[in-house]
């Protein structure tokens, strides 16, 4: 007999299963694979009230300060009578002032003025800075997939037992130095926070969300399959329970056309001519912008769980994604002289962790006479393949599947080092051969 598959019970489950280790287990670290889209601040702002409510002092690691306010916030509106510390640096403008308008929210870059509140939050950086306090009995660290392991080594003093919350399938760990010397040993201060944890501690508990809220149902199987093998994942929806659909006929155009096949597939592939280009190619870039403009000049309507009615794709529902600055600069001047404002333009590494309606993409490999570590890395095309709810549009030049074939990887193999799974030449094939089924071949 086949069990219907019960995505609010499976993640409910899961979410049990790490709160109960959480407070009533005795490992120092806990560890929870999440996959894009799946609860995980939601679960961080969870466990950091269970844990005040039970009186265990608390201190959350974010990454980023635009991460640390969001927790901040969310866990505001969840209990505005929690006293929250916003640990801040000296900074002119160190945290969003929508803080200010908190009144449990208690602000200071010192941890001393902090001391005695229920949960305290900060980035990394900051974090480790602070000396001689008394440890927390808990900490939360949110992104811990983006925490390279010398941090959490500067602060792993100030607290007892932690919660690791990430994505295994984002970017690794930024580092702007070279880490080579260490390649394979243990401590290797670049690799991330819980690759370095788990290779010293192979015996914490490690769970995984199992299901991601926002990916659509044409969607999940494939960044799963592509991105997650090891921990696959569901939609928490199912076919037809989203729709995507135009007030505006198409006008036969190759812009159109893809974004019709995107409405009823979740996927469309805008396929230019194939050449070497520059960086910024300007047939590419402004491919990329007529898509975004067309997309709104038909009238988008987007239907799902979260609505009773249809809902316009605005601009700020839409996000277009690049691998490097200079071509996220150049689609935002492009689709400024369109006549486009309020739509998302950012590389991989400043979308992670956001979400949209319909997502643009111009695919790292387009047009380059080369496939290097930096455009091949699996992380850079998971995050630009899975911001989505609705529909993603790649924009590519022809030939990249030839240029994978001509371009094996070439990185040096260095004893010790865990290889990493899905390799990034292997996931671009699973990608393109999934558009490749919903191309639209279009000379611009």
């Known amino acids: 007999m086949n069990t219907v598959f019960d995505p609010g019970a499976a993640a409910a489950r899961a979410t ?29 702002v969870r466990a950091a009230l269970e844990l005040a409510a039970a009186g265990r002092p608390l201190m959350v690691v974010a990454q980023t300060n635009a991460q640390v306010d969001d927790l901040v916030v969310r866990l505001a509106e969840k209990e505005p009578e929690l006293p929250v510390g916003r640990l801040h640096s000296n900074d002119s403008d160190p945290y969003d002032k929508v803080l200010d308008g908190l009144d449990n929210v208690t602000k200071s870059a010192k941890a001393a003025d902090l001391a005695g509140l229920d949960v305290v939050i900060s980035t990394a950086a900051k974090w480790a800075h602070v000396k001689n306090v008394e440890p927390w009995g808990h900490a939360i660290v949110d992104e811990a997939y983006q925490m390279r392991s010398d941090a959490l080594l500067a602060v792993a003093g100030l607290f007892e037992r932690a919660l690791f919350v990430g994505d295994p399938g984002q970017l690794d760990p930024f580092s702007i130095v070279g880490a080579d010397q260490w390649a394979g040993l243990s401590y290797d201060p670049s690799a991330s926070a819980v690759s370095t944890l788990l290779a010293h501690n192979p015996d914490l508990p490690q769970h995984r969300l199992p299901v991601s809220w926002r990916l659509p149902a044409s969607a999940a199987p494939l960044v799963s399959d592509a991105f997650y093998p090891y921990t696959p994942f569901r939609s928490g929806t199912d076919h037809g329970d989203r729709t995507l659909s135009f007030g505006v006929a198409s006008d036969g155009s190759g812009p159109d056309r893809v974004l019709d096949e995107a409405a009823e597939s979740g996927w469309g592939l805008l396929e230019l001519p194939a050449r070497h280009t520059p960086r910024t190619d300007p047939e590419a870039v402004r491919a990329v912008a007529l898509v975004v403009r067309r997309l709104l000049d038909r009238g988008g309507v987007a239907t799902s769980e979260r609505a009773d009615e249809p809902v316009p794709v605005t601009a700020d529902r839409v996000a277009v994604g690049t691998a490097h600055r200079d071509q996220a600069a150049a689609v935002r001047a492009a689709l400024a002289e369109l006549g486009v404002t309020g739509v998302a333009v950012d590389t991989a590494n400043r979308l992670q962790g956001r979400e949209f309606d319909v997502t643009v993409v111009l695919h790292p490999l387009s047009g380059r006479p080369d496939a290097t570590a930096f455009h091949l890395e699996t992380g850079r095309l998971c995050v630009l393949a899975s911001r989505h709810r609705h529909a993603c549009i790649v924009v590519c030049r022809e030939g990249v599947a030839e240029l994978l074939d001509e371009h094996p990887s070439t990185e040096p193999v260095q004893l010790g080092v865990t290889v990493k799974f899905p390799d990034g030449w292997e996931a671009n094939h699973a990608v393109l051969a999934h558009l490749a089924e919903r191309r639209v071949r279009w000379r611009p």
């Not at 806990?30 to 799946?38: K, N, R, T």
Request: proline share 7%; charged share 20%; hydrophobic share 40%.
């Open 16 to 44: 049990g299963a790490i709160l109960d280790d959480t407070l009533r287990g005795s490992a120092r670290g806990i560890v929870v694979d999440s996959p894009p889209g799946a609860g995980k601040s939601t679960l961080v």
